[in-house]
Nanobody, 123 residues
């Protein structure tokens, strides 16, 4: 299983970005997949996850109402639409997949990780 994250960049506060995570190696119909982020000097934190098969979505309180997670079955790709970005959203964002078909909120619960994509929000 391989995950390839992309879509990060530099954006002004209030702006938007869409992250993508292309998955290969298998279909993820029975997986939970999600996004985590890690800012410099801080611990990795949960951002959002989705149950690939049924589409149930989960969000951290800090991004609820601003971020939307989605997936494209045909492309086997996970997305994170990020709107109303704030400087505190600046971090390295990672996509991850979990074989256990339950939402996971801790990084240790995930089995596969993509490389990070940097998101920087200027004030």
């Amino acid at each position: 299983v391989q995950l390839q994250a992309s879509g990060g960049g530099l954006v002004q506060a209030g702006g938007s970005l869409r992250l993508s995570c292309a998955a290969s190696g298998r279909t993820f119909i029975t997986y939970a997949v999600g996004w985590f982020r890690q800012a410099p000097g801080k611990e990795r934190e949960f951002v959002s996850s989705i149950m690939w098969g049924r589409g149930s979505e989960y969000y951290a309180d800090s991004v609820k109402g601003r971020f939307t997670i989605s997936r494209d079955n045909a492309r086997n790709t996970l997305y994170l639409q990020m709107n109303s970005l704030k400087p505190e959203d600046t971090a390295l964002y990672y996509c991850a997949a979990r074989k256990t078909y339950r939402p996971g909120y801790m990084g240790s619960e995930y089995d596969y990780w993509g490389q990070g994509t940097q998101v920087t929000v200027s004030s």
